[in-house]
């Protein structure tokens, strides 16, 4: 008698099901990226003809002085705005969590969301009237590098409060307590217990801040001025005229960097996060 086929059972056809929906989810997000790194080594003029493979559109980008002031601008945006909302925002964030009641935090949580929710135009319309007013009025800021980083200093710092705050919500307040009662001061209880342990916060709202200042177009758009362009308008401005193989090169560049650097930073996230388990442990068992 011959035996029945086997039928899979519910477990395993959920399973295979998840994992299809997982690699489509993938494919759908990586295989422009792939296609834009495979077509940046395309001899063709034509982006979209595959013409054989080839350097010389990155040898191009090497000499081109637009796109390097471009990225040169935007590192130091980015950089800039990255560090000025990590301080401001964990300052803000120290804020809301230490102190449950004062006057104005309810004013002052809905200034820090309002950035989350409001469309970027709108921001960079209402920081280009200011600052223009501001330029009429006292002759400063002229419209470059300075009013770029404080239109992505305004969006950061509202990501960053929210990171770091989360964090801030986690902690067990029996430390700093314990650290109090030992006689440590307000500040030596923020830079020896409180900073160590928010520092993997810190470098997640870092990295955050960094990369929404090095993608940003709109923000850009209305506070850039003459001779101040970041590399996003840059190539959003290449764009409109037309597709170049030397804007699949430039972007490549970028993707290259921006994976050297996540994983960079994933490591050193998970080295500080397994060496204070460690030092966690050690303390349990002293």
């Known amino acids: 008698m011959s035996s029945l086929p086997r039928?899979?059972?519910a477990h395993a056809v959920g399973r295979w099901t998840s994992r299809l929906w997982l690699t489509c989810g993938?494919?759908?997000l990586y295989l422009p990226i792939i296609a834009l790194v495979i077509y940046s080594f395309n001899d063709s003029p034509l982006p979209t003809v595959w013409g054989g493979a080839?350097?010389?559109w990155f040898h191009k980008l090497a000499h081109d002085t637009e796109v390097i002031e471009g990225i040169t601008l935007t590192l130091k945006v980015a950089f800039l705005s990255a560090t000025a909302a990590v301080v401001l925002g964990t300052l803000t964030a120290l804020a809301l969590v230490k102190n449950k009641r004062f006057m104005g935090r309810t004013v002052m949580v809905g200034m820090v969301n309002a950035p989350l929710v409001m469309p970027e135009v709108i921001i960079g319309l209402s920081l280009l009237l200011m600052l223009v007013s501001m330029q009429r009025a006292i002759g400063f800021p002229e419209r470059g590098l300075t009013t770029i980083w404080l239109g992505h200093l305004l969006v950061g710092m509202a990501y960053a409060t929210v990171v770091v705050q989360a964090r801030l919500q986690g902690l067990n307040p029996s430390?700093?307590?314990a650290a109090q009662n030992l006689g440590a001061r307000p500040m030596q209880v923020f830079f020896l217990v409180t900073l160590p342990m928010i520092g993997q916060a810190l470098a997640s709202a870092w990295l955050l801040?960094?990369?929404l200042s090095m993608d940003d177009v709109v923000l850009a758009a209305f506070l850039s001025g003459p001779g101040a362009t970041t590399l996003p308008l840059v190539?959003?401005?290449r764009a409109r005229l037309g597709l170049d193989p030397s804007v699949n090169a430039v972007a490549t560049v970028?993707?290259?960097v921006v994976s050297v650097a996540v994983i960079g930073g994933s490591y050193?996230?998970?080295r500080m996060e397994r060496r204070r388990a460690q030092e966690v442990a050690s303390a349990g068992r002293g």
């Open 26 to 28: 993938f494919l759908f």
């Open 268 to 270: 050193a996230l998970a």
């Open 209 to 211: 801040t960094f990369t």
């Open 254 to 256: 970028v993707i290259a």
């Open 175 to 177: 430390l700093e307590e």
């Open 235 to 237: 190539i959003f401005s």
């Open 7 to 9: 039928v899979p059972s």
């Open 54 to 56: 080839t350097l010389k």
